[in-house]
């Protein structure tokens, strides 16, 4: 199972929106409404961000958002905080008890 | 408030074995899947394998299936990851996470600090 395609780099300026995408295929993110979003800070465990292509987790700000068209998902940071400034990974279920990441996006705030 | 701790990790030669622990508290581990991802070092996230609530399913990356084994103990509430015949391409921080939702890997709400194992002679 290939890894999830992200964006290697991505940059917004403090108080704009970026989005992020997560490209997998008809097998996957195309497939399944099990795509997830991390934050990772640097020598910190992931955090979960949004779970089910858009769902928020009690104590994330709605500045983070998650939305999928075809194999595509997207997470969408609004108003850009310095702390933003880190790397974002993308996950779908793949079937047959499987999971599969994104590479990762590292996300630059401007 | 749940809390995992995951122990183990050590430099170990290329063939070698090591078992990795996870201690779970702060919820019912033995109602929920468990995971482990791995982080190479300045690489991305690799999900690496799942256990059921119960024990009875599991399942594994390619990269690791037929060297690694996923256990738990609900009794003590612990998450073990049995690595054999390592190599090089195994060094990696080794999270384990709480693994909710509809299937696995649905989604990770709680993850430990990770241990690292270095594969190398």
């Known amino acids: 199972q290939s890894a999830l395609t992200q964006p290697p780099s991505a940059s917004g300026s403090l108080g704009q929106s970026v989005t992020i995408s997560c490209t997998g295929t008809?097998?996957?993110?195309?497939?399944?409404?099990?795509v997830s979003w991390y934050q990772q800070h640097p020598g910190r465990a992931p955090k979960l961000l949004i779970y089910e292509v858009s769902k928020r987790p009690s104590g994330v700000p709605d500045r983070f958002s998650g939305s999928k068209s075809g194999n595509t998902a997207s997470l969408t940071v609004s108003g850009l905080q310095a702390d933003d400034e880190t790397d974002y990974y993308c996950?779908?279920?793949?079937?047959?008890?499987?999971?599969?990441f994104g590479g990762g996006t590292k996300l630059t705030v401007l | 408030q749940v809390e995992l701790v995951e122990s183990g990790g050590t430099l170990v030669k290329p063939g070698g074995s090591l078992r990795l622990s996870c201690a779970a508290s702060?919820?019912?581990?033995?109602?929920?899947?468990m995971s482990w991802i791995r982080q190479a070092p300045g690489k991305g996230l690799e999900w690496v394998s799942f256990?059921?609530?119960?024990?009875?399913?599991?399942n594994y990356a390619d990269s690791v299936k037929g060297r690694f084994s996923i256990s738990r103990d609900n009794a003590k509430k612990s998450l073990f990851l049995q690595m054999n015949s390592l190599r090089a391409e195994d060094t990696a921080i080794y999270y384990c996470?709480?693994?909710?939702?509809?299937?696995?890997?649905?989604?990770?709400?709680?993850w430990g600090q990770g241990t690292l194992v270095t594969v190398s002679s």
């Open positions: 996470a709480r693994d909710r939702g509809a299937v696995v890997g649905d989604y990770f709400d709680y």
């Open positions: 702060g919820f019912v581990f033995s109602d929920v899947y």
């Open positions: 256990i059921s609530s119960g024990g009875d399913a599991s």
């Open positions: 996950t779908s279920y793949v079937g047959n008890n499987r999971v599969v």
């Open positions: 008809s097998s996957d993110v195309g497939t399944y409404n099990y």
